[in-house]
């Protein structure tokens, strides 16, 4: 069994679509961002980064990072559905976008909603939020036309889960869930075939509700 940490408005529902989709048997356990949890020893112990989510293995080990956990738990359990095998020349291409999303994109995502850590004074904060969501919108129209171009999914007529990870990060939006997907047509069109997948639409339903409620408390 594994034990997937996270829950809430975080980004553990990544992994936990793909436990779903493969109907790999998991608990979900809830380690709570607004009481600073993730950085509480006990769960430092488990994940030294501090981030979530994080998962446990059968065997014990604890993982991190939300596109390496979807990409094990796929690899490990033969979910060809989720990720062309390593003998598929289409691996490349997929893990070529895979790691351009993790390494390109979020990044800057993530800074919009902690800008307050990169802003050397509490009154730039706002400029390197509005900078950091600039950029996003930079990098995702990457994907946006590739899309646009050899849709409707990130490997053309197949489905994987960078479709998953994909509608995970849009559905966080900038100002309300979702709303980057306003500009970016062929996004949305994905998000919504990922919305219709029986597993997978009101698990993110359910976060854009949590997202939508935590907003109106967050400070960036
Ligand atoms: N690179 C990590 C980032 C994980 C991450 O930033 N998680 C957020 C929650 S969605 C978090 O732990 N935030 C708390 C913080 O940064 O202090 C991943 O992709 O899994």
């Known amino acids: 069994m594994y034990i997937l940490y996270g829950g809430g408005v975080t980004r553990s529902l ?3 679509l793909v436990l779903e989709e493969g ?21 430092l112990k488990l994940n030294p980064a501090g981030y979530v989510p994080a998962l446990a ?18 690899d490990r359990h033969g979910l060809t559905d ?7 020349p289409l691996r490349g291409v997929f893990l070529s ?6 390494n390109d994109v979020q990044p800057s995502f993530k800074r919009t909603y ?8 509490d009154e730039d904060t706002s400029a390197v939020a509005a ?11 990457v994907i946006e036309n590739q899309l646009a171009a050899n849709g409707p999914y990130q490997l053309g007529e197949r489905f994987s889960l960078l ?5 995970t990060w849009a559905a966080y939006g900038f100002r309300k869930p979702a709303d980057l997907l306003d500009d970016m047509p062929a996004s949305k069109a994905l998000f919504e075939r990922v919305m219709a997948r029986p597993k997978c639409g009101e698990l993110i339903k359910a976060l854009m509700d949590e997202i939508a409620g935590f907003r109106k408390t967050m400070k960036r």
Not at 82 to 88: I, R, T
């Open 97 to 102: 976008r895979l790691f351009y999303f993790t």
């Open 163 to 167: 479709d998953l990870h994909l509608a």
């Open 131 to 141: 900078q950091s969501e600039a950029m996003v919108r930079e990098r995702w129209q």
């Open 114 to 121: 902690y800008a307050r850590r990169y802003a050397l004074r």
């Open 14 to 16: 990544g992994p936990q």
């Open 82 to 88: 989720l990720a062309p095998s390593v003998d598929e």
């Open 23 to 43: 109907n790999l048997a998991y608990d979900l356990r809830k380690i709570d961002i607004t009481k600073q949890e993730h950085r509480a020893e006990a769960f």
């Open 57 to 74: 293995t059968p065997e014990g080990d604890v993982l991190h990072e939300a596109a390496a956990i979807m990409l094990y738990l796929a």
